[in-house]
């Protein structure tokens, strides 16, 4: 995390105070782990108190002796559970009987060993690891995972493990059933604000005003949302739905995400100032970043080592007291009320309020997809809407489901954008100004529901390729799709039947349900609808705009103050005044009929509530757009034309979610609670109109959104250009003509040669290398001829895809311009044995997958000036738990060619004054690098990019290679 803002004197008193009472608290180095008196208390949760809980780790290298509970756990069951090959650690003889407590607790390795013991102990395992020259990735035998754990933390770096299932550590019996009184790390849900005790239901509460709001509206908010999250958890039955990865293997196991939201609070707290130190730090950076998988088939990041449950609610245990220390005695909360709530430290905690709140419903949709066997109807959770009993297998319009008839909406102004000064936690996309005037449209009365899906899927229309776009129907034939991922077929595939899953049980299908889709399968339907209605113009699903002219007129009352945002409403945002108007907040658990509910006043059912609307814009920043210094990176990465906008929340939907101003974002192939409906679109205009269209950025990469010029063939041929100049740049060493200096050609081998040359000098392995910002390959490539493995990796698809070419097919043919129409045909050819050390991957550099272990070295050429969080994109590689080793280097190019368009101006890391000052993109780049990284060579290196043989384009890049050196 960034440094923290200056406290004032009263933050440095309160945090001396509360440093001086973790004193007087037992090390979590010398507690054992797991649901036992010793450890939580032996009282309820609920009366337990903040002050009774271990004192946080401090910002420090771990050592053996001051490791968290994770490890000595893991230590100690390495010698129990792996009494088989203890022959192959030989040294765990001599540690085992010294690690156990008559009680079953542990000793800290420290009290139980001498240094040489344990040094030896851990060079034993350092043995038994792969190479530095092949990816951490181990075959462990089962019951293996707590030395690998071990292991983890004293390399400082999250195993990779060949399958999910070495982190189950306990019997089938474990966690099924209804949860114990120490698995509930905060309050008990019985005595939580928003328990309703007659139904014996948790609900959420309205979204939180920050203007008004009290110590203990604070603390009962936070309340909620920790004890929701838990009561959620609850619903997994057994060790491995904790572990085991959703069946697409496009997020993380839902261990991480129990894990996440936690981290979270500390992370983001620490940037605010409200708290100096981490509580673990290594937790704080295994469960830091989360998954946007590019595709999806990028499927390569669930084979992880994660803590087991019990350290993880440990954890827990320790965030929710430090964060309830905060609410109820940090001393700038006193400034909260007279100060803008978004520059205030406390909007830290609103953060991650609200962030706890989203996963709540992401995770919600990972059960959803989990095994029925591995789910149990949790405890306190709310009720399902009514359930139809029996239904029929050939549903009727007007029967089974409503018939969904078209409402006129008459056009008018809309105004995107949350004022700054709204006194309610938002995210940074909603911020800002966009304004436009909609033309007359039609939009379906209702969501479609399930009946009318029936229909498309029955007609065999599903599978009709030419329904569906490119990307939709290569998703569909990769996932081999024939109905929606939430029916359950219960007979022969002609007979077409099916049950519905909820998110813990399947029930009889509920045809006057939403129907529950990704946007691929939206659009195949209205496509399909088309035909069917014989529709002109063509239907297509809601646009941003569209949406806010269905909405009640409630909501643009600008009299009604804060409660135009009906979830800020104490009495229409409660689960009492809900569950008869809008389905949000857990109201219910579950969708409702799609007729259920009233409409708005333009005659629209469901437009905020029941299940999301996707929508046809891609989730663009709006005018005045910027990013919040807490969380810089939450929106940006996602500006990249490949994230649908998804509006109106669903029956999970809590905070923010639920708000009249949320603007949510997922890629299409993505599921979440959501669904569509149908747009007939003004007969006399008809042209699709989006908010993203025309954007002026940040954006990542090359502007990937709509416009209104017919241009889309000319971008494409200015896309393979670029690529084929790229190729040139790349693989012709002697690129240019005669009389360029040899200092500029060969741009790929040049900066190769230096990182190898200053890793020979300064004795640095040549194992594992990254490449960030690889485009077609040509750097990695060379790397390879060095390093025993090098991995690529760029954001553009285009790119990744040509690198694969040429690494398969061990070179591929392209051409350069001469001169008008007129090209020259060229071959790249790479040396034998190079291909078989390369792996490409697409990816964002400001958010690296986790699962790609560490390196020796890395390098980051000409992209940092191209990242949306270029800070973000760097500092991932260096600290205590870096993606590059210690002693490790790092060689960094860059012509620091600042544009808003990709990076928000204050995010440049130079190019710009700062008070007063001019700051550069070296000096930028230093003050990220210098904690973590000595500065070994710096030069300047030019490129030279062709366009045709009379014109190129001449970069100077400053490059820099540094030292990895953590700070202690």
């Known amino acids: ?26 090390s979590w180095s010398t507690t054992s782990v797991g649901f036992n008196a010793a450890n939580t208390g032996s009282q309820h949760p609920s009366h337990r108190t903040h002050h009774n809980t271990p004192a946080p780790h401090h910002n420090k290298r771990p050592s053996v002796s001051t490791m968290s509970p994770f490890v000595l756990r893991s230590l100690r069951n390495a010698t129990t559970t792996l009494a088989g090959n203890l022959s ?21 390795l420290a009290a139980a060993a001498p240094a040489a013991t344990r040094a030896s102990l851990f060079a034993t395992m350092a043995q038994s690891s792969p190479s530095s020259s092949s990816p951490s990735r181990i075959a462990a035998p089962k019951g293996a995972a707590a030395l690998m754990a071990a292991r983890a933390m004293s390399s400082q770096a999250q195993q990779v493990a060949d399958s999910w299932e070495v982190n189950l550590r306990h019997g089938p019996d474990y966690m099924v059933g209804p949860r114990p009184d120490d698995w509930w790390t905060g309050a008990h849900p019985t005595e939580t604000p928003g328990f309703d005790a007659t139904t014996k239901t948790l609900h959420a ?12 509206e604070l603390k009962d908010h936070f309340d909620n949302i920790w004890a929701l999250t838990e009561v959620l958890f609850s619903g997994l039955k057994g060790e491995q739905a904790f572990y085991r990865p959703p069946y697409h293997h496009l997020r993380h196991p839902l261990i991480f995400y129990l894990g996440h939201t936690s981290a979270l609070y500390i992370n983001k707290m620490r940037v605010a100032g409200l708290v100096k130190d981490p509580i673990n730090l290594y937790y704080e950076q295994i469960f830091e970043t989360g998954v946007d998988e590019m595709k999806w088939d990028d499927m390569s990041k669930n084979a992880m080592v994660w803590p087991s449950v019990e350290e993880v609610l440990q954890y827990r245990r320790e965030v ?14 006193d400034t909260l009320a007279t100060s803008s709530v978004q520059e205030h430290p406390f909007w830290s905690l609103a953060l991650g309020y609200d962030h706890e709140k989203i996963h709540l419903e992401t995770s919600s949709v990972l059960f959803r997809e989990l095994p029925i066997d591995v789910v149990q109807k949790p405890a306190y959770w709310p009720e399902l809407a009514e359930i139809r009993k029996g239904a029929n297998s050939n549903p009727e319009a007007g029967k089974d489901y409503p018939i969904n008839s078209m409402v006129a909406v008459p056009g008018g102004e809309v105004r995107l954008g949350k004022p700054r000064d709204f006194p309610s936690f938002g995210w940074d996309n909603e911020y800002g100004e966009r304004v436009a005037h909609v033309k ?6 209702y969501l479609i529901s399930n009946g009318e899906f029936y229909d498309f899927v029955k007609s065999g229309c599903y599978s009709d390729e030419t329904l569906w776009s490119s990307e939709g129907w290569a998703w569909r034939t990769f996932r081999n799709a024939k109905w929606p991922t939430f029916w359950v077929k219960t007979g022969p595939t002609g007979l077409h039947e099916y049950k519905l899953r909820t998110i813990f049980e399947e029930h009889d299908m509920q045809w006057d349900w939403p129907a529950e889709v990704n946007y691929h399968e939206a659009h195949a339907y209205t496509n399909w609808k088309t ?6 113009p063509a239907y297509h699903i809601t646009t941003e705009y569209q949406h806010h002219r269905l909405r009640d007129e409630t909501t643009r009352d600008q009299s009604l103050g804060v409660n135009r945002d009906y979830i800020m409403d104490p009495v229409r945002g409660s689960a009492a005044g809900l569950k008869d108007t809008v389905n949000v907040n857990l109201a219910y658990g579950s969708p409702t009929p799609v007729n259920a509910l009233p409409p708005t006043s333009a005659g629209a059912h469901d437009v905020f509530g029941n299940v999301w609307e996707w929508c046809e814009d891609h989730l663009s920043a709006l005018q005045n757009f910027s990013v919040h210094p807490h969380y810089e990176d939450f929106s940006i990465p996602c500006f990249d034309g490949e994230h649908n906008i998804i509006l109106g929340g669903s029956f999970a939907s809590c905070g923010d979610e639920a708000s009249i101003f949320a603007r949510f974002h997922f890629r299409p192939h993505f599921f979440q609670h959501s669904g569509f409906r149908l747009i007939r679109p003004n007969e006399a205009e008809p042209a699709l109109e989006t908010s993203c269209m025309d954007n002026e950025g940040p954006f990542v990469g090359q502007n990937p959104f709509r416009t209104r010029g017919n241009d889309a063939e000319s971008l494409k041929y200015e896309a393979e250009e670029t690529l084929q100049q790229y190729i040139h740049l790349h693989y012709d060493a002697g690129n240019g003509p005669d009389f360029l200096p040899e200092s500029h050609r060969n741009w790929t081998g040049r900066a190769a040669d230096l990182l190898v040359s200053q890793a020979d000098k300064h004795n640095v392995s040549k194992g594992r290398v990254l490449d960030i910002g690889c485009s077609v390959g040509g750097m990695t490539f060379k790397l390879a001829k060095s390093f025993d493995e090098a991995v690529g990796l760029d954001i553009s698809a285009a790119f990744i895809d040509t690198a694969k070419h ?14 008008g129409d007129i090209f020259e045909q060229c071959n790249v050819v790479i040396p034998d044995g190079v291909a078989s050390n390369v792996t490409f991957r697409q990816a964002d550099a400001s958010c690296m997958p986790l699962d790609m272990g560490q390196f020796d070295a890395a390098v980051v050429t000409n992209v940092i000036d191209r990242l949306a969080t270029p800070k973000a994109g760097v500092s991932r590689l260096g600290g205590q738990f870096g993606m590059v080793k210690p002693g490790g280097l790092l060689l960094v190019a860059s012509p620091f060619s600042w544009r808003q368009s990709f990076t928000p101006k204050d995010l440049w890391l130079g190019g710009r004054e700062i008070d007063g000052e001019p700051r550069y993109g070296k000096d930028g780049l230093a003050a990220v690098l210098q904690d973590n990284w000595t500065l070994l060579h710096e030069t300047d290196m030019p490129l030279v990019l062709r366009e045709h043989a009379r014109k190129y384009e001449l970069v100077v890049s400053y490059v820099s290679v540094w030292q990895h050196t953590p700070s202690a």
């Not at 192959?88 to 800290?108: D, V």
């Open 806 to 819: 040429i690494q398969q097919h061990q070179g591929m043919a392209y051409r350069i311009r001469q001169e």
């Open 531 to 536: 035909k069917q209605d014989e529709a002109h």
């Open 88 to 108: 192959a650690y030989p040294m765990m003889r001599s540690i085992a009987p010294l690690c156990q407590r008559p009680s079953g607790g542990i000793l800290p």
């Open 320 to 333: 929710y007291n430090t964060v309830v220390d905060v609410i109820e005695n940090h001393p700038d909360f």
């Open 440 to 445: 007359d449209f039609e939009a379906s009365k």
């Open 205 to 216: 509460l309205p979204h939180l005003n920050l203007a008004t709001c009290t110590r203990k």
């Open 1 to 26: 995390p960034d440094e923290p803002r200056e406290k004032t004197e009263k933050s440095h008193e309160w945090e001396k105070n509360r440093h001086t009472k973790e004193k007087t608290k037992l």
